[in-house]
């Protein structure tokens, strides 16, 4: 049974996974505190609020503290952009240069070489002129 579990998570699929997992959750941390101590004091600074974080307001004694919000939901788009441009755009490029042109199709037809016709490449005939066709004739 440990075998079997060991085997599991040995797997390449599943350490990769992980070291994913690991390292986005670093990610958004930095780019969380990056938010918090860099961006949301700069936006302050212009808007004339001291601290961004701080911004609420009442609804009938009822606090709604939507400055938290506003910086997580600056995070997730910094996290989100970061993730298009040095993830999602490379490995799209990388897929479409590996991945290789079909092969053209071999012909099915040839002309005939009098009236210029579409004729199926096995034809001994030209099936409009009657003109007889050599098989070495391509289209």
Excluded at 31 to 42: C, G, Q
Excluded at 54 to 60: D, G, K, Q, V
Aim: net charge positive; aromatic share 8%; hydrophobic share 50%.
């Amino acid at each position: 049974m440990l075998s079997g579990f060991r085997q599991f998570i040995l797997r390449g699929n599943v350490v990769d996974m992980a070291v994913g997992v690991v390292i986005g959750a670093a990610f958004a941390t930095v780019v969380t505190a990056f938010t918090k101590d860099l961006l949301t004091p700069l936006i302050a600074a212009i808007v004339g609020k001291p601290d961004f974080s701080a911004i609420s307001f009442t609804i009938h004694g009822s606090l709604f503290p939507i400055g938290d919000f506003i910086n997580a939901a600056v995070s997730f788009l910094l996290v989100a952009v970061a993730v298009y441009f040095f993830v999602v755009t490379p490995i799209n490029a990388l897929v479409s240069r590996m991945r290789k042109a079909p092969a053209p199709a071999d012909p099915t037809t040839k002309k005939c070489p009098e009236c210029k016709m579409e004729v199926p490449i096995d034809a001994r005939r030209c099936a409009h002129c009657t003109s007889p066709l050599s098989s070495a004739q391509a289209a």
